[in-house]
């Protein structure tokens, strides 16, 4: 099983910016799809960015052109880089791994096709 450790979170004023990082140990598979989700209370996880093996990534409508996600694969951290803040992005987020890459299940950013976890890094955007 792989660990996750996201970090990087925190308060902001609208319009501003954070990187989220989540290091994996001990190791993951050279074809994966790695991801990050939100969540808010009462509200169901939702998908904000994947990235597969090969490259592909794919964002939530509400993020693209705002989010970038990429990882460093020497590292083995995955990244996601979070400019023009709003209120709305304010939640829990969770980066999660699953081995092995299918890029339809990738990209639908849907919670169930992911297996691994981590425990999450708050993101407060203030008006």
């Known amino acids: 099983q792989v660990q996750l450790a996201e970090s990087g979170g925190g308060s902001v004023q609208a319009g501003g910016s954070l990187r989220l990082s989540c290091a994996a140990s001990?190791?993951?598979?050279?074809?994966?799809?790695m991801a990050w989700f939100r969540q808010t209370a009462g509200k169901q996880r939702e998908g904000v960015a994947s990235?597969?093996?090969?490259?592909?990534?794919k964002y939530a409508d509400s993020v693209d052109g705002r989010f970038i996600i990429s990882r460093d694969n020497t590292k083995k951290i995955l990244y996601l880089q979070m400019e023009n803040l709003k209120p709305g992005d304010t939640a829990m987020y969770y980066c999660?791994?699953?081995?092995?890459?299918?890029?339809?299940?990738?990209?639908?950013?849907?919670?169930?096709?992911?297996?691994?976890w981590g425990r999450g890094t708050q993101v407060t955007v203030s008006s």
């Open positions: 001990p190791y993951t598979a050279t074809s994966y799809c």
């Open positions: 999660a791994y699953n081995r092995g890459y299918n890029r339809g299940a990738c990209n639908s950013l849907l919670a169930t096709g992911f297996r691994d």
């Open positions: 990235l597969g093996s090969d490259g592909s990534t």
